[in-house]
C-alpha cells in the first residue's frame, strides 16, 4: 500500500510538503507556519464500543496535527450518504463529532453533504481536515534524533484494532474492549509544556506501532530497538491476540501517541504522560540503539531478539 | 493471559538455554518442527537466537494451508463460480494463490466466498441460508480433522441437505514417514506436533525412532516448551538415542483422544492425498466415507484449471527443510506477504512469512 500511495500519489502531486509522507503537511505563509491534514473515515461498524465513526473523524484529524507538534484550530467536514441511511444514528454520529470537537478546543468550520443512491455507498462515509497553528510551542523538526533517546508510548496498544474486531461480530466469544479513541492534543500539550526534549511524535492507527516505528527507522536511518516486556497491552487483548495469532504491536490504535523523547527528560515526559487522563498506562518502551541502519528489533518476553516488520495483507486469524 | 506468564519466564527460558549449550554439541544439529504453530512461536520469540550455533532450527510440512495443493485452490475456485454454492473458508486460505488466481481473486470476480473461524459457524450459516450450497474447505491435520468430522457427523444426523465438505484434511504420521524417506532431506530431531499428538496419541509417532533412528519430542507451543524439547532431543543426541518422549504432558495422553478419534473414524477413511512440495503421498489424507457422499463436495461435477506452479517458487523444498526460506530466489522480491507467491509466504504460520515477520537480527551486545 504503502509503495502504491509514494507511486500513484507522491510521484505525481511532489511537493516539498507533501513528500515527507508525515501527518500532516507543513506550509508556509508570509512568515507564518500552518499544518494541514485530511482523512476520509470508512470504518465498518459505524458504531463501537468506545466511539463512532463520527467520534473517529475528529480524533484521527486532530490527533494528525497534534503529533506534529501543531495546535488543531479548526476542522471542515465532507459527509458522503447513502439514500435511507438511519436519521437517528446520523445524530448520533454529528452528535458525537460535536462533543470530540468541543473536548478537542476545535471548530468544525464548514462541510459538505452528499447523498448517493441506495448501494453507491456503505452507510456513510466522512472525510476530515484540519488546519493548525506550528509549532505549539517548539520546532520538532530542530530536535535531531540520536542514539540513546527513548522511545515513549501514551497507554496499551491494540485495544481499537480488538474493539473493532469484536464490534464486527468476528469473534465467536464477547469482550469487553473498547476503542481507546481520542482527541491527543490536550495530553501532548502537557508534554511539549513540561518537557523540550521531545522530538518526533506519531498516532500508531492502522498498523498499529509497527508501521509507525517501521516508518521511523526508515525516516532517520535509525536502529530501534523495542522491550516487548515494557509494552502495554490490556491482558484481555492480549488474551484475543493469543487466540487469533495477532501481534498487538500490529493492532491499531485511535488515542495513543508514540514519542522519541532526549534520553535525559524520558522520566519526566513519562510522568507528564501518566498524570494526564489518557497517559496512565504511559511506558517507556525502547530506545534508539543506533543510528544508520533502518532497522526496528524487538527484545522478546523470553530474552530473543528478531526483527519487527511493518505488517503486510489483511490481519488473518490462524487456523489451528 | 497470565496462565502463560510461567510458560514465558524469561528466567526459566535462559536456564534452559545454557543447559543446551553445556551439552556442547560439536556437530551440527538439524530440529525440524512440523506444526504451524511451533513455526510461529519459534520465530515470534527469537528462539534460534538463544541457541548456540550449531543447533539450527527447521520448518516442515507443518503449516496446513501451506501443504495445500494448488489444484485444491482451483477446484475451490472453480466451484464458487457454480451460481448458488457459498465457499466457507478458513481466513488464511483466502489468499493462497492457486494455479492461476487466489480465492481472494475469484471473490472480487463476484464469487460468494466467505470466512469462517469453524466448521461449526460454517454450518450454522448453512442452516440460516437454506437457498444456498454451502461448500466448507476442510484443510488441517488431525487437530482440524476432528472438528470438521464432528461438524460433519451434526449436518449428517440433524439432515443439513445444503452443506457440503471438500476434504483436503491430512494425517501426519504417513506425511513423515514419507519426509524421512525422502533424498536430500536431514533431520537429527523431530519436535512433534503437540496439538495433533493431543488428538492422535504420542504412540502414533513411536515408529520414527524405531525405523529413522530419529530422536523426538512432543512439544508444547510456549517458549520454555519449545526450549525443554530442544533439550530433549539435544540429550539424546548426545546419547546416542532415539525415542519418543513426551514434553507436553499437560495435553498430550500416550494414546490421544478416544472421542476425537472414533469421530473421526466414523465420518473418514484414508485415502492418498496430493501434498505441496511432496506429491502424492499414501493413505495420507482423509477422503469423506461413502454413505455421506451426499455431504462430500468432491462429488459436484465441474472443470478444474490445469494445475500449474509459480515459475521458480520453492515452497517445496522449504517444506522439506532443504532450503531456508531466505535461500529461495522469490523471498523477499517476487514472493511478500503482500504479494504472495507461494503458500508458505501467505499464512502467519508458514516458515516463509514467519522468517519475513519475524526474521532474526544480530543482538545487541
Redesign the interface.
Known amino acids: 500500500m504503502r509503495s502504491f500511495i509514494k507511486k500513484l500519489f507522491v510521484e505525481n502531486f511532489s511537493n516539498a510538503a507533501l513528500n515527507s509522507m508525515a501527518d500532516a503537511a507543513l506550509l508556509e505563509f508570509s512568515g507564518k507556519q500552518l499544518a494541514f491534514t485530511t482523512d476520509s473515515y470508512v470504518v465498518k461498524p459505524l458504531e463501537f464500543p468506545g466511539g463512532n465513526i463520527g467520534k473517529l473523524a475528529v480524533c484521527g484529524t486532530v490527533n494528525d496535527l497534534a503529533v506534529m507538534g501543531a495546535k488543531p484550530l479548526a476542522l471542515s467536514t465532507g459527509f458522503i450518504i447513502e439514500e435511507g441511511f438511519n436519521i437517528a444514528a446520523l445524530e448520533r454520529i454529528v452528535l458525537a463529532m460535536a462533543e470530540t470537537a468541543r473536548a478537542a478546543g476545535v471548530q468544525i468550520v464548514t462541510g459538505d453533504t452528499k447523498v448517493v443512491a441506495r448501494g453507491e455507498a456503505d452507510g456513510i462515509f466522512i472525510n476530515t481536515s484540519g488546519v493548525g497553528v506550528y509549532p505549539l510551542l517548539y520546532d520538532l523538526r530542530e530536535k535531531p534524533v540520536v542514539a540513546g533517546d527513548a522511545l515513549l508510548v501514551s497507554g496499551t496498544v491494540g485495544d481499537h484494532g480488538i474493539a473493532i474486531l469484536g464490534a464486527r461480530g468476528n469473534l465467536s466469544f464477547k469482550t469487553s474492549i473498547r476503542s481507546d479513541c481520542a482527541p491527543l492534543n490536550g495530553l501532548i500539550a502537557d508534554i511539549l509544556i513540561h518537557s523540550s526534549g521531545v522530538k518526533w511524535m506519531r498516532d500508531p492507527t492502522r498498523g498499529g506501532i509497527a508501521a509507525v516505528l517501521t516508518e521511523l527507522a526508515e525516516e532517520f536511518k535509525l536502529d530501534l530497538l523495542v522491550r516487548e516486556k515494557d509494552l502495554p497491552v490490556r491482558e484481555n487483548v492480549r488474551a484475543v491476540c493469543e487466540l487469533l495469532g495477532f501481534d498487538p504491536m500490529h493492532l491499531a490504535n485511535e488515542g495513543k501517541v508514540v514519542a522519541v523523547v532526549e534520553s535525559a527528560e524520558a522520566e519526566k515526559v513519562l510522568k507528564t504522560m501518566r498524570a494526564h487522563e489518557l497517559g496512565k498506562e504511559a511506558a517507556i518502551i525502547g530506545h534508539v540503539a543506533a543510528i544508520g541502519t533502518e532497522l526496528v528489533r524487538v527484545e522478546t518476553e523470553v530474552g530473543g531478539v528478531r526483527r519487527l516488520q511493518r505488517p503486510a495483507g489483511e490481519l488473518l486469524p490462524r487456523i489451528c | 493471559?497470565?496462565v502463560?506468564d510461567d510458560f514465558?519466564?524469561?528466567d526459566v527460558?535462559?536456564r534452559v538455554a545454557e543447559k543446551i549449550a553445556r551439552l556442547d554439541l560439536k556437530q551440527p544439529v538439524r530440529l525440524m518442527e512440523v506444526c504451524?504453530?511451533h513455526t510461529?512461536a519459534i520465530?515470534?520469540?527469537?528462539?534460534?537466537?538463544?541457541l548456540p550455533a550449531n543447533v539450527k532450527l527447521l520448518s516442515g510440512p507443518g503449516c496446513?494451508?501451506c501443504v495445500t495443493a494448488n489444484d485444491f485452490v482451483d477446484r475451490a475456485i472453480a466451484l464458487s463460480e457454480i451460481s448458488g454454492i457459498t465457499i466457507a473458508t478458513?481466513?488464511?486460505?483466502?489468499?493462497v494463490p492457486g494455479s492461476t488466481r487466489s480465492l481472494a481473486d475469484a471473490r472480487a470476480q463476484g464469487g460468494d466466498i466467505r470466512v469462517f473461524?469453524?466448521s461449526a459457524?460454517a454450518l450454522d450459516w448453512a442452516r440460516q441460508n437454506s437457498e444456498r450450497i454451502v461448500v466448507f474447505l476442510g484443510?488441517?491435520?488431525e487437530?482440524?480433522a476432528c472438528t470438521v468430522a464432528a461438524t460433519l457427523a451434526e449436518a449428517v444426523r440433524t439432515n443439513v441437505r445444503n452443506f457440503r465438505v471438500l476434504s483436503s484434511l491430512k494425517t501426519m504420521p504417513e506425511a513423515l514417514r514419507a519426509l524421512l524417506g525422502a533424498p536430500g532431506v536431514q533431520v537429527d530431531g523431530l519436535i512433534l506436533p503437540g496439538?495433533v499428538c493431543a488428538v492422535t496419541g504420542s504412540n502414533e509417532f513411536d515408529f520414527i525412532p524405531r525405523e529413522f533412528h530419529i530422536p523426538c519430542a512432543v512439544s508444547g507451543f510456549e517458549?520454555?516448551d519449545l526450549m525443554e524439547s530442544i533439550l530433549i532431543l539435544c540429550r539424546q543426541i548426545k546419547d546416542g538415542e532415539a525415542k519418543v518422549e513426551n514434553q507436553y504432558r499437560r495435553v498430550v495422553h500416550w494414546e490421544g483422544n478416544a472421542r476425537a478419534k472414533a469421530v473421526m473414524a466414523e465420518m473418514f477413511e484414508p485415502a492418498d492425498m496430493l501434498w505441496r512440495g511432496f506429491g502424492r503421498i499414501p493413505q495420507s489424507g482423509l477422503a469423506i466415507r461413502t454413505q455421506f457422499s451426499d455431504w462430500n463436495a468432491a462429488n459436484i461435477s465441474v472443470d478444474v484449471e490445469p494445475m500449474r506452479e509459480y515459475p521458480g517458487c520453492r515452497c517445496g523444498d522449504v517444506l522439506r527443510g532443504i532450503l531456508h526460506p531466505t535461500e529461495c530466489p522469490l523471498f523477499g522480491k517476487a514472493c511478500?506477504?503482500?504479494n504472495?507467491r507461494g503458500a508458505c509466504m501467505v499464512?502467519?504460520?508458514g516458515a516463509c512469512a514467519a522468517v519475513?515477520?519475524?526474521?532474526?537480527?544480530?543482538?545487541?551486545r
Open positions: 493471559m497470565k502463560f514465558r519466564s524469561a527460558v535462559k504451524g504453530g510461529a520465530y515470534r520469540f527469537a528462539l534460534p537466537d538463544l496446513p494451508v478458513f481466513g488464511d486460505l483466502i489468499r473461524y469453524s459457524d484443510i488441517g491435520f487437530t482440524t496439538h517458549p520454555s511478500s506477504p503482500e504472495p499464512s502467519t504460520e519475513y515477520h519475524f526474521s532474526p537480527v544480530q543482538r545487541e
